[in-house]
């Protein structure tokens, strides 16, 4: 009887509703990326558009919000795991929608628009991010982190924001005059705000961030 007690309790254990919540909301995302309705340009491209842009400008966020609770962190030590976390899922999803992005381009554009700030930023960064996790992993430094996360997230959402585009629309999406349109997209947006803050939450309870840092 002991051991069957053990053997639901161990199963109990492995279940965890943030890991599940992530990917439900994510889910999510998708189904209500595919209500979008096509455009008369680029057709049924819309829908991924939609989907990449979420993922993107939320990749940004975490980014931001990995920045600013590190700064926090300073006078909060505890915080520091969700700002690991943070981070974590920023990096993961922030290569998902460049390689997203880069297919998006060449399907539609027939190549990579190299004139495009936003492209160039993307490149930029990605760089940046690599030489910062590398460097993380040969000297574990609580402090770079910090300092890292804070120059990476603050600096990326104001420049990456603020960068104007030259073959994109400027805010296809927000000048857009369908209300329909714009609320779906900001109903996708919330949907993968929501599914990155639980793949965090699971990361810090499970302790498996990219970046171990001790509170």
Do not use: C
Not at 78 to 106: C, H, N, P
């Amino acid at each position: 009887m002991a051991d069957k007690v053990d053997f639901v309790s161990d199963k109990q254990s492995q279940f965890n509703i943030s890991w599940w919540l992530f990917w439900i909301f994510l889910f999510l995302a998708a189904v209500f990326s595919l209500l979008v309705p096509p455009e008369k340009t680029i057709h049924n491209w819309v829908k991924l558009i939609y989907f990449h842009g979420s993922i993107a400008r939320n990749s940004a966020y975490f980014f931001f919000l990995a920045g600013l609770v590190s700064l926090v962190s300073f006078w909060r030590r505890d915080l520091l795991r969700w700002a690991s976390s943070f981070e974590t899922v920023a990096i993961i999803f922030w290569f998902v929608q460049s390689v997203l992005g880069a297919y998006i381009m060449k399907a539609l554009w027939g190549g990579f628009l190299l004139e495009e700030p936003k492209v160039i930023l993307a490149i930029v960064y990605s760089f940046l991010i690599l030489i910062f996790w590398v460097i993380y992993e040969f000297k574990s430094s609580r402090l770079f982190f910090k300092i890292t996360t804070i120059v990476i997230g603050f600096s990326l959402v104001i420049t990456v924001f603020s960068a104007r585009n030259v073959f994109h629309p400027q805010n296809a999406i927000g000048s857009s005059p369908s209300l329909w349109m714009r609320a779906l997209f900001e109903v996708i947006t919330a949907l993968v705000f929501l599914s990155y803050f639980f793949l965090a939450k699971w990361f810090k309870e499970k302790d498996k961030s990219w970046f171990k840092l001790a509170d």
